[in-house]
């Protein structure tokens, strides 16, 4: 059975920091392309982050570059997303999902999705 699970999210005022997972099993990691999307209310789903668990290759959306750092622990078959200097314009509802093709790919073309993670950040 495909799974992936999100935890780490929480409640954290402006300027602090958390730290996402996303452990993933029933496919073969490292031939995946994980990714973390958030959606806020009333608003689409974008993408975040992505990083290819074969090569490390990383993609950040603009609006977090600098903040968030996503790394892939292959032993562990677990993604990160380190989310430093957090805005209220980053609280959302994340959620990682694999594709085995690309960064990049359509939302709508990942193959699996985790259940999300409630991430509130304070002003």
């Known amino acids: 059975e495909v799974q992936l699970v999100e935890s780490g999210g929480g409640l954290v005022q402006a300027g602090g920091s958390l730290r996402l997972s996303c452990a993933a099993s029933?496919?073969?990691?490292?031939?995946?392309?994980i990714g973390w999307f958030r959606q806020a209310p009333g608003k689409e789903r974008e993408a975040v982050s992505c990083i290819s668990s074969s090569d490390g290759s990383t993609y950040y959306t603009d609006s977090v570059k600098g903040r968030f750092t996503i790394s892939s622990d292959n032993a562990k078959n677990t993604v990160y997303l380190q989310m430093n200097s957090l805005k209220p314009e980053d609280t959302a509802v994340y959620y990682c999902a694999a594709n085995l093709y690309y960064c990049g790919r359509p939302i709508n073309e990942y193959d699996y999705w985790g259940q999300g993670t409630q991430v509130t950040v304070s002003s």
């Open positions: 029933g496919f073969t990691f490292d031939d995946y392309f």
